[in-house]
């Protein structure tokens, strides 16, 4: 763009995905261009002048990275950084717009379930199935539990208003201001084998005990505390494998390491075992 660049991370999929195999940068950077072409021309009526892409391969950026989620078409994308000239312009393009209009009583009494994570790792669906009331899933080290998490609202796998807090007792305090941006299960690692019992899954770890008003949630700022009904290591954890809830739990301290001590798995989770 003429006003400066900008870092975007999207989610390659179909012809994109395939454009990643390109070796050759000139060509990869040529034909990016022209299927992004459409979606770049939503930065011209916010002043930016033509868009157009310097840069295109994989990103390196880790999955937990927050950057500022924006809507391009149909394409979901988090701007990573943008150089001080672009964020003047885009700065004088939002304070031109008018003010949004405010919502109707009904649609902003409406509530939406806030789903805490406290983290996440990878297990294998043998393990998964194996597990019963009593064992343990181990999570990570004692010492840096319970300080920190995230809370979401919105689908699984969508696109979902996301904050980081700290933990503290039974209270959230946000770290910062929601941001809108696109709610990935992309593991870590790329799968290394076809055994489907061997393949690694992502395992978040989710507590549901707060829903809030969409009127509460656009007023949401730094610092603001929300309040849990019981502490996090009393409350049932979910176990989420790629937005589905296969078992329940609850938190266990086992020597250096925190856990998830199984209450209850979802029969599917066995069907196959």
């Given amino acids: 763009m003429d006003t400066g660049q900008m870092d975007l991370r999207i989610a390659a999929r179909d ?80 304070d031109g717009l008018a003010a949004p209009a405010q919502l109707p009583a009904w649609l902003a009494a409406l509530r939406v379930n806030t789903r805490l994570r406290i983290g996440g790792r990878t297990a294998s669906a043998a393990l998964l199935q194996s597990l019963r009331p009593g ?39 946000l770290e910062a201001s929601p941001t809108m941006q696109h709610d990935t299960f992309e593991p870590e690692v790329a799968p290394s084998t076809s055994n489907v019992a061997e393949l690694e899954l992502p395992v978040q770890l989710e507590v549901d005990q707060l829903a809030l008003s969409l009127s509460t949630l656009s007023g949401l700022q730094p610092g603001q505390i929300l309040e849990l009904s019981v502490p996090v290591d009393q409350a049932d954890i979910r176990l989420v494998v790629y937005g589905q809830t296969i078992g329940t739990g609850r938190l266990l301290a086992v020597g250096e390491h925190l856990g998830v001590q199984i209450l209850s798995m979802s029969e599917s989770t066995h069907a196959d075992a």
């Fill in 15 to 94: 012809g994109l995905a395939l454009l990643l195999n390109e070796d050759d940068d000139a060509l990869r950077v040529s034909i990016a261009g022209m299927l992004l072409a459409d979606h770049l021309g939503a930065f011209a009526p916010l002043g930016l002048a033509a868009a157009e892409v310097i840069a295109f391969k994989r990103d390196a950026t880790p999955d937990d990275c927050h950057g500022i989620g924006m809507t391009l078409g149909d394409l979901d994308a988090i701007a990573l950084k943008a150089s001080a000239s672009l964020l003047d312009t885009l700065q004088a393009a939002v």
């Fill in 135 to 173: 064992d343990v899933l181990l999570h990570c080290t004692a010492a840096a539990a319970l300080t920190s998490g995230e809370v979401l609202w919105g689908i699984a796998g969508g696109a979902v208003l996301r904050a980081a807090v700290r933990l503290n007792m039974q209270q959230m305090i």
